[in-house]
């Protein structure tokens, strides 16, 4: 606990920086607005994936606009006008349900059902209340739009045009927003990985969910034990689905934020950096570990760590090259 | 009616050969040993997929290791012992279940659980009694044997492990079996497409199923209505899966066969020829159909056609695109 204590006030006013000098923006996932102050106090560089299911789980009406705009807002106070707050549109469905009642009926497979932006497209005046809020709070500070579970190019086009429309609404009633709120798409689904460079030139900036995307690359349910074994960020597919992915990106000359659990864990942050990756998002409570480690690698070492890993055939093979990896940096770290 | 039967009997005797005189090997997919007969008078090039749940569903003991032996030697006898006779291991779970005590628990996204090959490495007696019924049978014809839902190397590798035991047991008791019996995998999950060229030099063959890759690829449940529109072949990152592994194949020198729903509707092969594929199966009522379509097209203008197919950004368009070349070959075709 001492030593957590420490290394929180340590890393606190120190950036995200590896030891060749890069810059790497590391910023918090949350999930309820009271959790901007840990931002603050484990020294984020902003909010890389603000979940917004909170407004919807366990209510029995829909929230308003203002429900919205004050969660919004509430986050924007504590961080200010310039760090970024990514706002991602409702995420429901799968493992996360709701009482109310456009809630999708049930499916024999929810994880490949109408989850996500596949439910808010369907349910348009849900979806518009919350691109109101969301644009509406972009006028008080850095305020990005994130879409969750796009899996062709349709459907991301079919989100951006809502967002056109509701742009144009609020611009008739007079309403001040940020004309070019920066919009992102959440890359988790295999087929979005496989077409990032069309995605890539539609959007400001990639979010990588690699939970879900671990899971339907390897058609193994997160949540299931059965299949554990299968379901592990290390294995060589997603390796080479997210080096597809940084490529587009760069290609594109486009941010991508690695914002699942894979970004949280240090044992994956040289492959990220090495790969490309200069944005990661993580809880705000692993975010002094991950920077202690960003500040311990040279972007060279991570590189060629990135190159390594991507010739193993197996993911036991890339997890055991990774922990050597890492404890040649940090020869203490795998014991915390 | 009519025009059905006079295809049927013009075609049978026909060899699947494109205009420019490539020999396309075109299979069957069957369920019930009875089918091999419908191979014979479609005129079949032996059967690329025989399924092998119906020894296990509706039945209330598991099937000896004389059931299996009889129900291969049945399809065997009938298309005599040139014929390839592609036997794939148990696929149950998922949407089909079995009422047998080894089944998978109720699961909350059975497709994404302990299904298929998964479930057979967890039940090797199971296993083996099927792999010690296929290699019997392979002394008395050209089987192959083919494994589902392969997602990882490891997966390959325990598979072919458990093979060579069974074959050593074999050996011990005098048992004839043919040594080099072709061993395949599916590509069905978007793991196995991605790690192809690792895949491809472990197997003689790959067997593509798109049904299962397209759903995965997607994260779009195939028996869910209300993902329909997403769950769609023609969707451009499906493509771009088909020609990895085509190209892993390839460089390999292995034999591809794709054998879903994709490989029997004509609108795709075209596409499929010109993406590199020699050998598709589909249902033997699907047989003359499809002959009918690759003795009408060369593989100069097919591989223009994929080529062109690739660059499209929308399900959408590659459909448009493909019905607009399939009218141009047979112009008859799309009302039939
Ligand atoms: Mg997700
Ligand atoms: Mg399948």
């Not at 840990?38 to 909010?47: E, T």
């Not at 972009?138 to 086009?157: C, D, H, K, Q, W």
């Not at 993911?315 to 890492?326: G, H, I, K, P, S």
Request: proline share 5%; hydrophobic share 40%.
């Amino acid at each position: 606990h001492q030593r957590q204590v420490s290394l929180l006030s340590n890393q606190r006013s120190l950036t995200a920086t590896t030891l060749d000098g890069t810059r790497i923006t590391l910023m918090a996932n949350i999930e309820f607005p009271q959790e901007a102050e840990h931002c603050i106090q484990r020294g984020s560089d902003g909010v890389g994936l603000y979940r917004t299911e909170f407004l919807y789980v366990g209510k029995s009406t829909d929230p308003t606009e203002s429900d919205h705009f004050d969660a919004y807002m509430t986050v924007l106070r504590i961080l200010g006008p310039e760090q970024p707050v990514t706002i991602r549109t409702l995420d429901l469905g799968a493992d996360k349900f709701s009482n109310l009642p456009w809630a999708p009926p049930a499916e024999k497979n929810p994880f490949l059902g109408l989850r996500s932006v596949r439910l808010c497209l369907r349910n348009l005046t849900l979806f518009k209340t919350q691109m109101r809020a969301i644009l509406r709070a972009s006028a008080f500070g850095n305020v990005r739009i994130l879409f969750p579970m796009v899996s062709t190019l349709l459907e991301l086009r079919q989100c951006k045009m809502i967002l056109s429309e509701v742009k144009e609404d609020l611009e008739e009633e007079g309403i001040a927003f940020q004309r070019n709120i920066p919009v992102g798409t959440m890359i988790e689904v295999p087929s979005a990985a496989l077409i990032a460079n069309n995605l890539a030139r539609e959007v400001d900036f990639f979010s990588l969910g690699t939970n879900d995307l671990v899971q339907y690359t390897l058609a193994a349910d997160r949540n299931n034990e059965h299949v554990a074994s299968l379901n592990n960020p290390a294995d060589p597919a997603v390796l080479r689905l997210l080096k597809m992915v940084i490529d587009s990106a760069r290609n594109a000359k486009i941010q991508a934020n690695v914002c699942g659990e894979m970004s949280g864990d240090p044992l994956y942050t040289q492959l990220l950096l090495g790969l490309g990756y200069r944005q990661l998002s993580v809880t705000p409570h692993n975010i002094p570990e991950i920077k202690k480690l960003i500040r311990s690698v040279t972007l060279s070492d991570a590189e060629q760590v990135a190159q390594d890993a991507l010739q193993l055939e197996t993911a036991r093979d890339v997890t055991n090259y990774l922990r050597e990896q890492m404890r040649k940096i940090l020869p203490d770290q795998l014991e915390a």
